[in-house]
Nanobody, 121 residues
Framework: QVQLVESGGGLVQPGGSLRLSCAAS????????MGWYRQAPGKQRELVAT???????NYADSVKGRFTISRDNARNAVYLQMNSLKPEDTAVYYC???????????????WGQGTQVTVSS
């Protein structure tokens, strides 16, 4: 059974920092691309950051320079360090694990349950 369990969300003041963690089980973690997505109330889910199995990263323009995604294959975990948080970063943050073939086609993916991040004074 595949499980992605997020943690680290909470309430933080503007300008503050949070570190999200996602612990994966039931998959061969090292071959999966991992990502963080978020969904604010009334909005569609959007990509925040991704990291490939090889360690290449990609960020949404809105978080570049403020957020850092990383992975630890020994711990089957992916992290999102969020600095200089803004009220518009408020959302539920979801962890995603995606398996792609050599052509870049998605073969399967899994989602966590999400963790709430609220940025407010």
């Amino acid at each position: 059974q595949v499980q992605l369990v997020e943690s680290g969300g909470g309430l933080v003041q503007p300008g503050g920092s949070l570190r999200l963690s996602c612990a994966a089980s039931g998959i061969i973690f090292s071959i999966y691309a991992m990502g963080w997505y978020r969904q604010a109330p009334g909005k569609q889910r959007e990509l925040v950051a991704t990291i490939t199995s090889g360690g290449s990263t990609n960020y949404a323009d809105s978080v570049k320079g403020r957020f850092t995604i990383s992975r630890d294959n020994a711990r089957n975990a992916v992290y999102l360090q969020m600095n200089s948080l803004k009220p518009e970063d408020t959302a539920v943050y979801y962890c995603n694990a995606g398996l792609y073939n050599k052509s870049g086609r998605l073969l399967n993916d899994y989602w966590g349950q999400g963790t709430q991040v609220t940025v407010s004074s």
